[in-house]
């Protein structure tokens, strides 16, 4: 492993970590639905509400695939139409459930649930997502405060895939440490 790769792993995991208990905890979960890795049921539901509520996350997430083929290598704005609004759709619904509380935290899980080709397009999607009037005044207004200026007009985005995609942690017995 090059010092490149490793310091770009160590950048992402400072990041995860920066985020709060509630949203790494929903990206791990959503990574687990969205990327077919675990039973996310199994692992993350805590109780029939949270069992459903995943559910419903997996049924929507069955989209992923085709949004992923979608994302336009350019930036052509004619492009946007076939899958822009699936995203933004999904995105209202992971937001409205409280979980993601920042653009970063949102970023982070997009980037890994769809690629690094989405990245131009994700400060758009989220702007579009976080200001649908399904969402509560206060928590829009947070969102969309949690956007710096700097992220919705970057002049360019990376195109180096991530590297990080955190997983479930099993607990560890004090009595092992």
């Known amino acids: 492993m090059s010092q490149k790769h490793s310091f770009r792993i160590l950048s992402e995991i400072g990041e995860f970590v920066t985020f709060t208990a509630a949203e790494q ?12 890795r675990q039973d ?6 805590r109780n029939g509400e949270e069992a459903a509520t995943i559910g419903t996350q997996a049924r929507r997430y069955r989209t992923l695939d085709l949004i992923r083929a979608c994302v336009p290598d350019d930036l052509e ?5 076939s899958w822009a609004g699936l ?4 995105a209202a619904s992971d937001l409205s459930e409280g979980r993601i509380a920042s653009f970063a935290a949102f970023r982070f899980l997009y980037e890994r649930l769809i690629g690094a080709g989405v ?16 969402l509560h005044p206060n928590r829009r207004m947070l969102l969309l405060q949690s956007i710096k200026g700097y992220e919705a007009v970057a002049p360019g985005w ?20």
């Open 25 to 36: 905890r929903y990206i791990r979960r959503s990574l687990d639905v969205g990327l077919h």
């Open 40 to 45: 996310a049921v199994g692992r993350w539901a």
């Open 77 to 81: 704005i004619d492009a946007v139409e």
């Open 87 to 90: 995203l933004i759709s999904i």
């Open 119 to 134: 990245r131009p397009w994700l400060p758009s999607i989220f702007c579009a997502a976080a200001a649908l009037p399904s």
């Open 158 to 177: 990376s195109s180096l895939e991530p590297l990080f995609y955190p997983e479930w942690v099993e607990k560890v017995s004090e009595a092992v440490c």
